[in-house]
T-cell receptor, first 115, second 113 residues
Framework: SAVISQKPSRDICQRGTSLTIQCQVD?????MFWYRQQPGQSLTLIAT?????????ESGFVIDKFPISRPNLTFSTLTVSNMSPEDSSIYLC????????????FGEGSWLTVV | GENVEQHPSTLSVQEGDSAVIKCTYS??????FPWYKQELGKRPQLIID?????GEKKDQRIAVTLNKTAKHFSLHITETQPEDSAVYFC????????????FGQGTELSVKP
């Protein structure tokens, strides 16, 4: 079974609307990470989601545009707000379950198209 | 923070030839370096990784080398096949980063039959 269950897998969204992506992990993890991959580009880290505190955003990403929730140690959501066609991307969550080193898992990804 | 540079951006080889993709990193505290393969319409998949306590790791036709002094690591694919055609990404992180990966820009590999 999958380490991370991510949904939706795909969606077509109207300009100006918001969409929330969910990631459920099969065990407790301290940090969860959200990435964006725009068409033809590499993966860029959006933010780190910690349980019990605000997410830490990377340069170029702001909370108003990408609000993140982390209500417990197995779940997180990323909302893409007020979407424009430039937000059409793959969004991925990831966790590290390594005890003595990195063992990083990715969700299946959410393919969003904004029209 | 960490910065990862990847070259080349595109690479075309004949079937059976070798392919080499190179990455450099900036943070000497980074100690874990995975490589991902992404086929069209799919998420990136881990194909091989290396930790800073080793200099080379092999898995069949794929190998990765790491030079900590120079802060660069490379992916080597031997006896390339058309199904190796994909985009490859390198990444780096440190043990105290909790799994936060910084990715290179990607290399589009094309293997011509």
């Amino acid at each position: 079974s999958a380490v991370i269950s991510q949904k939706p897998s795909r969606d077509i969204c109207q300009r100006g609307t918001s969409l929330t992506i969910q990631c459920q992990v099969d065990s407790q993890v301290t940090m969860m990470f959200w990435y964006r991959q725009q068409p033809g580009q590499s993966l860029t880290l959006i933010a780190t989601a910690n349980q019990g505190s605000e997410a830490t955003y990377e340069s170029g990403f702001v909370i108003d545009k990408f609000p993140i929730s982390r209500p417990n140690l197995t779940f997180s959501t990323l909302t893409v707000s007020n979407m424009s066609p430039e937000d059409s991307s793959i969004y991925l969550c990831s966790v590290d379950r390594g005890l003595a080193g990195n063992t990083i898992y990715f969700g299946e990804g959410s393919w969003l198209t904004v029209v | 923070g960490e910065n990862v540079e990847q070259h080349p951006s595109t690479l075309s080889v004949q079937e059976g030839d070798s392919a080499v993709i190179k990455c450099t990193y900036s943070d000497s505290a980074s100690n874990y370096f995975p490589w991902y393969k992404q086929e069209l319409g799919k998420r990136p998949q881990l194909i091989i990784d290396i930790r800073s306590n080793v200099g080379e790791k092999k898995d069949q036709r794929i190998a990765v080398t790491l030079n900590k002094t120079a802060k660069h690591f490379s992916l080597h694919i031997t006896e390339t096949q058309p199904e190796d055609s994909a985009v490859y990404f390198c990444a780096a992180t440190g043990y105290n980063q909790g799994g936060k990966l910084i990715f290179g820009q990607g290399t589009e590999l094309s293997v011509k039959p």
